[in-house]
């Protein structure tokens, strides 16, 4: 006579994805998992982009969650394109530009003003944007160089 035991472990699937197949990857891999098991998932943005936040059966801004298998589960990483920003003055001592230089995500409206300094007089934008007016929106699409140009006057 034998006595044979099976026992059964339950599993469960975890899908890791991303919303932007270009704008970053996640790790580990989508797979099966034992009941309980805990998996930290990490969210590596590629260039160009930054990790905004976790979807699905996760949530949180930090890059990286801890999902414990009880059920079948989902963690989507959701990356955001971004844009540089580079800001200039043609002198350093005729003025100044209140937006600063940095990363903006995609389709942000970035508003810059130009204040001549004393025996100073705001003359023109230059670079990814034109116009006389000291004040302008620039739309981030798209990596932007802007100098503010500054004349005695």
Known sequence: NKNITVSF???YDLTASVNNADGGTVTPASGT???GTEITVTATPAAGYRFDKWSGDTSGTDPSVTVTLNAYKTATAE???????TVAVNDEAGGTVTAVSGTYDTGST???TAT???????SRWEG????TDATIEVTMNADKN??????PG
């Open 9 to 11: 472990i339950k599993t």
């Open 79 to 85: 990356f955001v394109k971004v844009y540089t920003l």
């Open 146 to 151: 802007i100098t503010a140009r500054f004349v």
């Open 110 to 112: 970035v508003t810059m």
């Open 116 to 122: 001549p300094a004393t025996g100073y007089i705001f």
């Open 128 to 131: 990814d944007a034109a116009g």
């Open 33 to 35: 998992y034992d009941e």
